[in-house]
């Protein structure tokens, strides 16, 4: 069972609480793009085996959105953070890196 926190309005809860809105991070392609750029925003997703970064909703509480970084292995949850961002703050990144030696940002590109 995933604890999640909510940053928007600071309620601790099980996910139950919340509902999982895919995955976060996504680029976005608008008109003029190529069907390749398309198709990978439609359907092309990360699956991997340790760190993930996820939309997630807290849909019994304020009901807002925002972003979750775990572990898809051992399902700590590493933090939370608004929605309204580019990129996990750097603490975050920090406190990963230092949990999972190795680790990096977008290491998959
Ligand atoms: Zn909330």
Redesign the pocket.
């Known amino acids: 069972m995933l604890i999640l926190t ?6 601790t809860g099980e996910e139950t609480e919340f509902h999982a809105g895919g995955e976060a991070h996504l680029q976005r392609f608008g008109p003029g793009s190529t069907e390749d750029q398309f198709e990978e925003y439609l359907f092309m997703r990360e699956n991997p085996k340790g760190v993930h970064f996820e939309r997630w909703r ?1 849909v019994n ?4 959105w ?1 972003h979750a970084a775990r572990s898809t292995t051992t399902l700590e949850v590493y933090g939370t953070y608004a929605a309204q961002t580019h990129e996990p703050p750097q603490t975050l990144r920090d406190k990963i890196t230092a949990k999972v030696p190795g680790w990096t940002w977008r290491e998959f590109q």
């Not at 509480?61 to 807002?64: A, D, L, T, V, Y």
């Open positions: 909510c940053p928007c309005c600071g309620m807290h509480g304020c009901g807002k925002f």
